[in-house]
């Protein structure tokens, strides 16, 4: 064995390899996918590509941009988010049913008004007092049957009243009771018939009469009314309105 | 018997610069006269690198290599300082590695050796000896005696394929041949009896 070359005098080369099988030259050039052979894009394919793109992202952007909503505007802490134009119409909403709120508090307050009157109305009809039959002429009306409003005082003061009180109403009717029986007499029906007269009286005594609760015939209260009118009451500080019943017809007590 | 090894190299001839350039532009004669030119050479070098494993294991190595030189030689830079030879060794060569850390391949016969018929019985006797010899050593050794030995690399050209120092190069190919000399010794004392 030598030190430069252990093999120098083997003749290696006696091992020789077997003739290589054939290569399929064409499916080995049909599997591989060289760069040459692959087209490649060219720097002007390239800037024309980016360009396109950048124009389609631009484009994009613009369309976005122009069709973007209204901002969302949260409507509550916590509560859903809308936009401004549906909180406008939410706000309208709730003034609404404010208002209406309001005006159906004002109908219950007239409702009671209109139930208490027909509270006080009813007392007062259960003390009427109806003409015997064939003398359709009304019974003269008890002061406490007439129905003095809030602004008539029930006790005057000395000197000019302040208002009519019902003493003074009971006696100007009674001086008018003659001419009101006739307005009846022409009325002959075995059926009492009721008139109600609201009568609003100036301070100067003048009074201003108008059907309040009507008979079947239109001419009957037509009558009763033009005949108050012609009544005088005595002159008071800020006069009254008050509201009288006059039947004609049976007596039934 | 005790030839000098140097006497069968043969200088490597490459293939013409107008074919390399057309193969390299992809087209498919040139492309087919480059496999015809280096496929024996990568054979030759897959073969003693895995005969061990089978002929159609070696025939799937050298279409590996081949594929990869078909699919790589527009890379190739002719005025670099690798010949296309030796580029297309150290593509085979990296194709054998890599199927050995994939995994041991099948042993289908053992070490293998092919006999020219008009060869002396005394030399297919050596070829044997030589083949038995060669896969016996460690697969770092073998490589670098096989480039060295049978293709003609030189120890720069080997450290740059497998991607080693020179020095490297050196030990092992000193190992290798100090390996296939004791082994030969062994089964054929009469080679070196005139050395002692």
């Given at each position: 064995m030598t030190d430069?070359?252990?093999?120098?005098?083997?003749?290696?080369?006696?091992?020789?390899?077997?003739p290589p099988r054939a290569v399929d030259a064409a499916l080995l050039l049909n599997r591989m996918v060289t760069p040459a052979a692959r087209p490649r894009p060219t720097k002007a394919i390239i800037a024309i590509l980016a360009t396109a793109n950048v124009a389609l992202v631009g484009a994009l952007l613009f369309v976005l941009l122009r069709s973007e909503p209204p901002a969302p505007v949260p409507l509550a802490a916590g509560g859903p988010v809308v936009d401004s134009g549906t909180r406008d119409a939410l706000h309208r909403l709730e003034e609404q049913q404010a208002q209406l709120a309001r005006q159906l508090a004002d109908v219950d307050q007239l409702e009671a008004t209109i139930q208490s009157l027909s509270t006080r109305v009813q007392q007062c009809e259960q003390k009427t007092v109806v003409t015997p039959p064939g003398k359709p002429t009304p019974k003269p009306v008890a002061p406490s049957d007439i129905m003095l409003e809030p602004t008539i005082a029930n006790t005057p003061p000395s000197g000019m009243p302040d208002s009519l009180d019902r003493a003074a109403i009971a006696r100007t009717v009674t001086t008018i009771r003659p001419a009101i029986n006739r307005c009846g007499a022409a009325f002959t029906e075995s059926m009492p018939i009721r008139v109600k007269v609201?009568?609003?009286v100036t301070p100067l005594g003048r009074p201003?009469?108008?059907?309040?609760?009507?008979?079947?015939?239109?001419?009957?209260?037509?009558?009763?009314?033009r005949?108050?009118?012609?009544?005088?009451?005595?002159?008071?500080?800020?006069?009254?309105?008050?509201?009288?019943?006059?039947t004609f017809g049976l007596e039934l007590e | 018997m005790g030839q000098a090894s140097t006497a069968a190299r043969s200088p490597r001839a490459e293939i013409d610069d107008l074919t390399l350039r057309r193969a390299q532009q992809g087209e498919r004669g040139a492309l087919g006269a480059l496999i015809d030119r280096y496929h024996p050479m990568v054979h030759a070098l897959?073969?003693?690198m895995a005969c061990?494993?089978?002929?159609?294991?070696v025939a799937d190595l050298v279409q590996d290599a081949l594929l990869g030189v078909l699919t790589s030689i527009a890379r190739f830079d002719p005025r670099g300082p690798a010949k296309l030879s030796t580029w297309i060794l150290t593509i085979a060569t990296r194709v054998v590695l890599n199927d050995r850390r994939r995994g041991p391949a099948p042993d289908a016969a053992g070490p293998a050796a092919f006999v020219d018929p008009a060869t002396s019985a005394s030399d297919k006797e050596l070829a044997v000896a030589i083949a038995r010899s060669v896969a016996a050593l460690a697969e770092p050794q073998r490589i670098v005696l096989v480039l060295r030995e049978y293709h003609d690399l030189d120890y720069a050209e080997i450290a740059e394929a497998l991607d080693i120092d020179v020095g490297t190069v050196k030990s092992r190919l000193s190992r290798a041949r100090t390996g296939v000399r004791t082994a030969l010794e062994l089964s054929n004392p009469d080679l070196f009896r005139g050395d002692r």
């Open positions: 430069e070359d252990p093999l120098a005098r083997v003749a290696l080369h006696v091992w020789q390899p077997p609201r009568v609003k201003s009469a108008s059907v309040l609760e009507g008979s079947y015939d239109p001419s009957l209260g037509q009558c009763v009314v005949e108050m009118d012609k009544a005088t009451f005595p002159r008071t500080k800020s006069g009254g309105t008050f509201s009288y019943p006059f | 897959v073969w003693r061990a494993q089978g002929e159609s294991h």
